[in-house]
Structure formats: structure tokens, C-alpha cells
Nanobody, 124 residues
Framework: VQLQAFGGGLVQAGGSLSLSCAAS????????ISWFRQVPGKEREIVSG?????????YYAASVKGRFTISRDSPNSTVYLQMNSLKPEDTAVYYC?????????????????WGQGTQVTVSS
């Protein structure tokens, strides 16, 4: 599985950004894709995740629930993360990651495939 992350950038607090993660190399029907983020000196943490299961419920970390929305575009095997009402504490490098299977895990070691990081900076 190959993952390519797009989006990110600089935005003022309260603004919005959208990230996308394009997956290739494996059937999307048994893949879960999640977004993680990391700031220097801290562990990488999960932000949100979604599986390709038709009735699968997305996962959101408590810190982003109600502000971020994850979605998938099946024909293009792409997962999007719409980030609204951004806060300075959302500043981080964001990574998309994939695992084979329909369960959304929050632990990094459950994910075998990682895209390159993309920087999100929210100014106050």
C-alpha cells in the first residue's frame, strides 16, 4: 500500500484546512486509514480514522470531535480530513496511515503503511 498525503499549510485560528490521503496498491475494501499528528517532543497521536466498510463509523479523538470530519471517496481511494475551527494546538505534522482490516486502532504499531507528513500550522 502506498499513501500520499496532500494539503496542510498555514492558517489563522478559527480557519479551516483540508487534508487528503490517496491510497494505492491494494483493494480498498479491507483497508482502514487514519490520520495521526505529531509535534516535536511529543508522541504521535491519532486524530481520526475511517474504514472502507460501508457501515463503518469513523473515529475522532476527543480533542478534534465536532471540528474535524473524515470522509472517503471510494472511486478514487482517497480519504479526506476536513479541519474546521482550527486552534493553535492543532499545529503539528499530520500523517496518514493504513492498516489491513476494518478495525480502527489508535495505536501506531497497528498501522503498517505510512504516508509522508504534511505540516499544519495554526497561528493565534
Amino acid at each position: 500500500v502506498q499513501l500520499q498525503a496532500f494539503g496542510g499549510g498555514l492558517v489563522q485560528a478559527g480557519g479551516s484546512l483540508s487534508l487528503s490521503c490517496a491510497a494505492s496498491g491494494r483493494s480498498r475494501t479491507d483497508l482502514t486509514i487514519s490520520w495521526f499528528r505529531q509535534v516535536p517532543g511529543k508522541e504521535r497521536e491519532i486524530v481520526s480514522g475511517i474504514s472502507w466498510m460501508r457501515d463503518g463509523r469513523p473515529y475522532y479523538a476527543a480533542s478534534v470531535k465536532g471540528r474535524f470530519t473524515i470522509s472517503r471517496d471510494s472511486p478514487n481511494s482517497t480519504v479526506y480530513l476536513q479541519m474546521n475551527s482550527l486552534k493553535p494546538e492543532d499545529t503539528a505534522v499530520y500523517y496518514c496511515a493504513a492498516r489491513i482490516g476494518s478495525k480502527i486502532y489508535t495505536q501506531l504499531y497497528e498501522y503498517n503503511y505510512w504516508g509522508q507528513g504534511t505540516q499544519v500550522t495554526v497561528s493565534s
